[in-house]
């Protein structure tokens, strides 16, 4: 399987129509891919909380609309990054997007652990509730977003519900870059699936972004990384691997925490 993750910069001075329409273009340019990943928020920026309210949008709003054309036009699965999704009730989510090769909504994730403690998308956001998944022909994604990153418990939540690669959005600032790469790695071993982490580039709200997006294999090994710029990150995937990396090292078998309550 050949994943490409676009590491798209933001910034203040880009409109978001516009880098709407060249997020578009850069997905077409993955023609030839099975899976490209967009990051967290690359519309507005993880950070531009002033821009939430304004630039919110249901699910078949206009990045909806972009994407689901590229992705048709590209012939490829389009993990979309996440949007502001204004919700019915007028909530607002931090919601990714999963679009077939066929430009319909495969699957949206709204994300559940909000980052700010008590400030910007933690109190401007409502979290979600449900974990996603997303059957490929050849491999089960599952959908995590930046800050769940943090969160072990759920990635065990979504190889339990299938999972054999980990698609981790993101809008990372570049002041903690270490833990985003520890942290891709630590989620790849101890769930022994390949994880993608696509971050956002450039600069925006005052706040660098780190770039750096990786392809992590289920031992933990890093296949590629991108500089912190703007970039393409193409990888290939083994799907087999999975697989034969649970049989070789069957660490998943031995859990003993969280599968059954416990007895006297």
Not at 153 to 180: C, I, K, Q, S, Y
Not at 192 to 218: F, I, M, R
Not at 221 to 236: D, I, N, Q, R, Y
Request: proline share 5%; hydrophobic share 45%.
């Amino acid at each position: 399987m050949r994943a490409s993750l676009i590491q798209i910069a933001v910034t203040d001075n880009e409109s978001v129509a516009r880098r709407r329409a060249r997020a578009a273009d850069l997905v077409r340019e993955q023609a030839g891919s099975d899976l490209v990943v967009l990051p967290e928020l690359w519309t507005v920026g993880a950070f531009a909380y002033e821009l939430f309210e304004t630039e919110a949008e249901p699910l078949d709003g206009p990045t909806f609309e972009a994407m689901s054309k590229a992705a048709s036009d590209a012939g490829v699965w389009l993990h979309a990054g996440s949007v502001v999704e204004r919700a019915g009730d007028g909530s607002l989510y931090n919601t990714a997007l999963v679009i077939s090769p066929a430009g319909e909504l495969a699957a949206s994730y709204r994300k559940i652990h909000r980052f700010g403690f008590d400030q910007g998308e933690a109190v401007m956001m409502t979290p979600g509730d449900s974990l996603a998944t997303v059957a490929l022909p050849e491999q089960t994604l599952g959908i995590a977003t930046c800050y769940d990153l943090r969160f072990p418990e759920l990635f065990r939540g979504l190889v339990d519900a299938g999972a054999t690669t980990m698609v981790v959005a993101a809008g990372w600032p570049a002041r903690r870059r270490e833990h985003w790469t520890l942290l891709n790695r630590a989620r790849a071993v101890e769930n022994q699936s390949y994880v993608l982490g696509c971050s956002l580039a450039g600069t925006h709200a005052g706040v660098e972004q780190a770039g750096h997006s990786l392809a992590v294999d289920p031992w933990g090994e890093v296949l590629a990384e991108a500089g912190p710029g703007e970039e393409v990150l193409t990888v290939e995937l083994d799907p087999a691997k999975v697989a034969e990396t649970r049989e070789q090292f069957p660490a998943l078998k031995d859990r003993m925490l969280g599968l059954h309550p416990p007895t006297r």
